[in-house]
């Protein structure tokens, strides 16, 4: 089955910092690949996804980058905020089949 | 508002007690499922429901049990073979791939 990695666990940077976490999967089947940001006390919500039809997806401050050949993908946020402050989960599936395999989470800290 | 409701926020049962945990979506999605939420674990699969009357055990499926009679509905029970249940449950429901989910119910064995 599938296996996703999830690095660093916990990640510190100064407001206005960029921030990077990087996960691995372990099955050449799964094509799905999103990020969920997880504030405290609240559900996880998801904040950007791409298939493995794409390289690069971008939204304002995200982006998640994907390298299919090495199974790894990237989640980069720029001009970190205090708000950005959450724990963040990487997951992966076969796109509209299989479940959602989640990392364990890194939780990121935005000093002001 | 549309979309999960976990009730309830937190609850607490005594060693031996089965307890229930609700959790209900009106978005209309056929898919639905459990999580568990441990400290440094991530979420981990516990029961999942890609339709009505019918389920399939996750990953760590023992010590729990489930039903699906309505498509808006999905409970979980926790039950007194589960030997560590302290946690964060999470009920999420998906169309295609996209999960949503619900805020949680923290249970505490006391």
């Known amino acids: 089955g599938e296996n996703v990695e999830q690095h660093p666990s916990t990640l510190s940077v100064q407001e206005g910092d960029s921030a990077v976490i990087k996960c691995t999967y372990s099955?050449?089947?799964?094509?799905?690949f999103p990020w969920y940001k997880q504030e405290l006390g609240k559900g996880p919500q998801l904040i950007i996804d791409i298939r493995s039809n794409v390289g690069e997806k971008k939204d304002q401050r995200i982006a998640v980058t994907l390298n299919k050949t090495a199974k790894h993908f990237s989640l980069h946020i720029t001009e970190t905020q205090p708000e950005d402050s959450a724990v963040y989960f990487c997951?992966?599936?076969?796109?509209?089949?299989?479940?959602?395999?989640f990392g364990k989470g890194t939780k990121l800290s935005v000093k002001p | 508002d549309g979309g999960i409701t976990q009730s309830p926020k937190y609850l607490f049962r005594k060693e031996g007690q089965n307890v229930t945990l609700s959790c209900e979506q009106n978005l209309n999605h056929d898919a639905m499922y459990w999580y568990r939420q441990d400290p440094g674990q991530g979420l981990r699969l516990i029961y999942y429901s890609q339709i009505v009357n019918d389920f399939q055990k996750g990953d760590i499926a023992e010590g729990y049990s489930v039903s699906r009679e309505k498509k808006e509905s999905f409970p979980l029970t926790v039950t007194s073979a589960q030997k560590n249940p302290t946690a964060l449950y999470l009920c999420?429901?998906?169309?295609?791939?996209?999960?949503?989910f619900g805020q949680g119910t923290r249970l505490t064995v006391v």
């Open positions: 099955d050449s089947a799964s094509n799905y």
């Open positions: 997951a992966a599936s076969e796109w509209s089949q299989g479940n959602l395999i």
């Open positions: 999420a429901s998906s169309i295609r791939n996209e999960a949503f």
